[in-house]
């Protein structure tokens, strides 16, 4: 047989990236809380600290044009706030300047504990959320959106949220958002919310995202592989020790 007439090998077939609908979402988060006994404050944690991550990617300290590294983190009540905190208190480490809007601060006591690891490294709270003139103005290279998350368009008609989206909406610097960007149904996608430059996916994708068209990262690599196989995830191979991909 002639060598050149040998067939090539099929090539192997890649499933792709599973997309995510909310009940799905809640059932990985609920299987990993009560089967695999992760904590709570230990997943808002390993979340937080990728989505500081992902900020750094996003926005290294020499992209920016103004002088100081500033960064607000407009924080929601819910789950997604409490990340958001996180969020601010390693990119305090990571030598960022953080300053978080938090206008209605969880009873939740992991919450509460998460605030005060922010207020005792010193990360300035605003009693207002600034105007879309002042956002710029006042030196605020970039907006990190941890408002509503996966509560999508359910609470963006009340105050404050209202106002915070129509402000987003208007801002010119660039915004990232934790998880699902406020104002999002988290299945249906945009519409009426904010639209973001930079989104942190939390496990997987949700379908919100299928259509996203700016810098999209994953963190989901702590997931157990059963986890994985059982909700059919098919998560991209993260490079090395990366717990953190660029989709």
């Known amino acids: 047989m002639n060598p050149s007439s040998v067939p090539e090998p099929e090539p192997e077939q890649v499933e792709p990236l599973r997309y995510l609908s909310k009940a799905e979402a809640m059932a990985i988060e609920k299987e990993l809380l009560e089967d695999y006994r ?96 002042q956002l710029i103005n006042d030196a605020y290279n970039a907006v990190i959106d941890a408002v509503l998350g996966m509560d999508g368009v359910q609470g963006d008609g009340k105050e404050p949220y209202a106002s915070i989206l129509a402000t987003l909406k208007q801002v010119k610097i660039p915004i990232a958002s934790i998880d699902v960007p406020s104002g999002w149904d988290p299945e249906s996608g945009n519409q009426d919310g904010i639209s973001p430059d930079v989104l942190i996916s939390l496990m997987a994708p949700k379908k919100c995202a299928a259509n996203f068209a700016g810098k999209h990262y994953l963190a989901g690599r702590f997931l157990p592989y059963d986890i994985q196989k059982k909700f059919e995830l098919n998560l991209p191979d993260f490079p090395g020790t990366e717990h953190l991909l660029q989709l």
């Not at 992760?38 to 992902?54: R, S, T, Y």
């Not at 996180?86 to 919450?111: D, G, W």
């Open 38 to 133: 992760f904590g709570q404050q230990q997943l808002i944690e390993m979340w937080g600290h990728a989505c500081a991550v992902a900020v750094t990617r996003a926005f290294p300290l020499s992209s920016f044009t103004k002088k100081q590294p500033t960064v607000l983190v407009i924080c929601g009540p819910e789950q997604n706030g409490s990340v958001g905190l996180v969020c601010a208190r390693h990119l305090r480490l990571f030598e960022y300047e953080p300053t978080i809007f938090y206008p209605k601060r969880s009873q939740n006591m992991l919450y509460q504990d998460f605030t005060t690891q922010c207020e005792k490294m010193d990360i300035p709270f605003l009693s207002y959320l600034p105007t879309e003139v």
